[in-house]
């Protein structure tokens, strides 16, 4: 297994998937970390100041329409000044705002690791491997250990990035993470985020369609899905209350959480109907319970399919 993993490793840094995937990734933190300081800039508050003249004087528009208009923007202005001394809250909570709460780790994560897995199909690559019972259990427990590893490098490389990006346009953090809330960040980040690539590897091995596994990862892996059952469930809670706790059971709902950075992780929380945990405890239950039914599900059923 662990031979099949070093060829995997090899043959995955080689190739043209990895590089573009990596390289986009870099472009799209350095972009934000840019827009973010062009927004900061006096430059651009005084261009908003300037908007906001232009619309008291706009003739076509109605006073209540100025009024709210005004508003929107002064409110836009007022959030922009507290970013004009470009100081962000704290380190967590701009991975939260940069690459958790949009998506971007979820979406790059399983779109790569959905291509690559499909590919050792469409290639015949697999067919070149031992396939009996052995060589499928081998087979699909290395490629599961694989997408952890693989999550985890577009972990780091999203939080290495965005750090040295903000860093290089001179923003700084008005609270101190200590050592221990960054790695509970990471670690619980890189759990829920490998649960999600699982899930994916599961989806490629059945579908074996690239289309297909994109599809999932835009829809699901980027927590699109996730947010559209949370708010299912909130609205169905009018009727079935027990539903309003059911949706810190969802992989979407623990990313969401971490978004807001590591402040209250380890503060108790009822938001489990059984028990008081923490919020970090709910989200490694959460992570561990939907990586373990990816697990059962490729174990159980997906490795008994054929293989061409």
């Given amino acids: 297994m662990f031979n099949l993993l070093k060829s995997d490793l090899y043959r995955m840094v080689h190739t043209r998937l990895f590089w573009g995937f990596a390289i986009a990734v870099v472009a799209v933190l350095l972009a ?3 827009v973010m300081a062009w927004v900061s800039s006096e430059g651009f508050i005084h261009l908003m100041e300037d908007s906001m003249a232009k619309v008291a004087n706009d003739p076509t528009l109605s006073v209540e329409e100025v009024q709210e208009a005004q508003a929107d923007m002064q409110e836009g202005i007022a959030e922009l000044g507290s970013l004009a001394a470009r100081q962000l809250e704290s380190l967590t909570s701009m991975w939260g705002n940069v690459f958790l709460g949009g998506g971007l780790l ?6 790569f690791i959905g291509i690559y897995l499909v590919r050792d199909f469409r290639s015949g690559f697999v067919k070149g491997l031992p396939m009996n019972r052995r060589g499928r ?3 699909y427990l290395e490629k599961m250990l694989l997408v952890v590893l693989v999550q985890g490098f577009c972990l780091l490389l999203c939080a290495g990035c965005s750090t040295a990006f903000m860093a ?3 923003f700084s953090y008005l609270e101190a993470n200590s050592a221990g809330d960054i790695l509970l960040v990471l670690a619980l980040t890189w759990l829920l985020y490998s649960a999600y690539g699982l899930l994916t590897a599961c989806v ?4 074996r369609n ?3 596994v994109v599809a999932w990862a835009v829809v699901v892996s980027s927590g699109m899905a996730g947010a559209f059952i949370t708010q299912l469930m ?13 949706t810190a059971w969802t ?3 623990q990313v969401g959480s971490l978004a807001h950075g590591a402040q209250g992780l380890l503060a108790p929380s009822d938001a489990l109907p059984f028990a008081a945990v923490t919020p970090a405890g709910q989200a490694a239950l959460v992570g561990l319970l939907f990586a373990a039914v990816a697990v059962a599900f490729a174990m159980a059923v997906l490795r008994k399919r054929d293989v061409k």
């Fill in 32 to 34: 934000v970390a840019g």
């Fill in 106 to 111: 979820g979406l790059i994560g399983s779109m």
């Fill in 137 to 139: 259990r081998n087979y």
């Fill in 168 to 170: 290089m346009f001179g």
């Fill in 204 to 207: 490629a091995w059945l579908v």
């Fill in 210 to 212: 690239e289309g297909g």
């Fill in 234 to 246: 909130l609205l169905l809670a009018k009727a079935l209350p027990f539903l309003e706790k059911m």
């Fill in 251 to 253: 992989l979407s709902f």
